[in-house]
């Protein structure tokens, strides 16, 4: 079955003891994986004990399917429920997986990580379809999301950040959760314990991400350099950087460029504009965000608002390659900017 987005949590602590298998998937594999080991957690805290932990590659499986049922079969010397960990799986193991889940043996919890399945997806239908097993999708957080997860990472250090700090974070973390944490321990340990986060320390600690080359590629769509969006996209994309997460931050962008055009319209000059955005505008992108505003306007960006929402709906639902989506997103974007130049 799938499980409903608000119902994740709860089960991630606590799975009802009738689910015997689970299925993390989704372009965000930090998130797979931290919710894969969430969930084994809850059966066997500790998941280096040998005797309660089993951990398969998928392809272990692809060569000897039997394997699955051995170890699912197999009780503990020690005691407690068994955990059976399968890794890189796909669609290859949708048969196994079916026929396993019709009568699953023993009462071991098989938590299986896979990465992005589309909806036709034979692995992901075999488990919606059984009512022994779960299927949830992992996908990157979103700007609320991201700003819980950063509010939560550093409380836990007793570090606090500035509301400009905070959003500079929101807007240059996310799209996997695994480096997203890592990146806000870092900037914890910065800060010291009981430590506080301004917006400049934010942008030394994270200044040697992709995310600052996933700036230059919305940028780079937003004044209309299409030759700059495929050179950057294609680093970007190397990177291992979701398309979902780009087009989460071209969204972004547009939404904050949707700002400044209002506030423009409403009189301000393009100085008082840039003055008074929040976060602060980054000097290093100050003359960029000039070049957008002599191209854009609120009605102008209604559309490409529309068709960049459009697109990450495409993603999850289509089945098309999710990189293309996003290639042809952004070089659309790139093609309506460059036709409003003077």
Known sequence: M?????????????????????????PDEGLVRERAEAVARSVC???KDPFR???LMAAVLTADPARLNDEAAQL??????RVVRVRSAGDALSKLFAGFLDSAPGETLVVVEAGELPSRSALRRAFEAARSAVAIGCYPDTPRELAAVIRETLAAHQVTASRDAGQFLVEHLGGD???TRSELEKLALYAGEGGRVELEDARLSISDTAALELDDAVMAASEGDAARVERVLGRVFQQGESPVSIIRALLRHL?????LTARLAGGANVDEVLRSARPPIFF?????FRRQLDLWTDGRLRPQLDRVAKAEVNMKTTGLPAETICREAMLALAQAARDRRP
């Open 177 to 179: 959760r695994l480096l």
């Open 255 to 259: 939404h904050r460029l949707h700002v």
């Open 53 to 55: 932990v089993a951990d």
């Open 284 to 288: 290093k992108q100050e003359d960029s």
């Open 76 to 81: 503990s010397l020690t005691g407690g429920r």
């Open 2 to 26: 799938r499980l409903a987005p608000a119902r994740i949590p709860a089960f991630l602590q606590r799975p009802d003891p009738e689910i015997r298998a689970v299925l993390l998937y989704g």
């Open 45 to 47: 805290p500790d998941l």
